[in-house]
């Protein structure tokens, strides 16, 4: 494996059953993006991390503005969500181990985790990040990685939202403003030259 890719870590954000359901945070677009994120899962399952976005057990066990988060979609407390629905997609369940599992509480997967340490003792210094949503937790992601020091690789197929707008406005924004930072590009373009790209 060339150095390239040895230095570089698949974070895959977020993409869990109740996202992929019919439930309150339904995000239709996730079907649609999970082909090029299991393909890239498969290039490399032991350096794929997978967050998961753990709800508040209620309202009332969230800090500050995330109580009011919580008043308003009370479907989705832990206390009303079935385990089953916190889980990844089965599709990606089946790459655990080697992949690991990341549990996060907020947007960000930098807060509150030991993420970055245990990338930095691992010597990574660069991240494809997928999954969703693309305006929400991977921009979350994305600028708390930027702020860290880490290179982002983006495929920008491999990212959902659940509003057009939103999703695109993303997109050009991690182009347009963090281009020494960030590069984009496609799942097929990523696979075809994994071990150069950087």
């Not at 890719?5 to 698949?10: C, F, G, K, W, Y």
């Not at 993303?170 to 930072?181: K, M």
Request: aromatic content about 10%.
């Amino acid at each position: 494996m060339a150095d390239a890719a040895a230095r570089r870590v698949h974070l895959c954000i977020d993409v869990q059953t109740m996202f992929a359901t019919d439930t309150d945070w339904c995000a239709p677009w996730l079907t649609r993006t999970l082909p090029a994120i299991e393909a890239l899962v498969e290039r490399d399952p032991a350096r794929t991390v997978f967050t998961r976005f753990i709800p508040a057990q209620t309202a009332e066990h969230a800090i500050g503005a995330w109580q009011d988060y919580y008043r308003r979609w009370p479907a989705m407390t832990g206390e009303r969500l079935t385990p089953e629905l916190i889980d990844l997609v089965p599709s990606l369940q089946r790459f655990v181990p080697p992949a690991h599992v990341l549990d996060k509480s907020v947007y960000s997967p930098w807060l509150g985790t030991q993420l970055h340490a245990a990338l930095q003792q691992r010597g990574i210094d660069t991240l494809v990040i997928t999954g969703g949503e693309t305006d929400v937790c991977v921009m979350a992601a994305i600028i708390g990685a930027i702020d860290l020091g880490y290179r982002i690789i983006l495929p920008s197929d491999a990212v959902f939202g659940s509003a057009d707008e939103t999703h695109d406005a993303a997109l050009t924004l991690f182009h347009s403003r963090f281009g020494q930072q960030l590069s984009t590009c496609t799942t097929g373009e990523l696979i075809d030259n994994w071990t150069e790209y950087a």
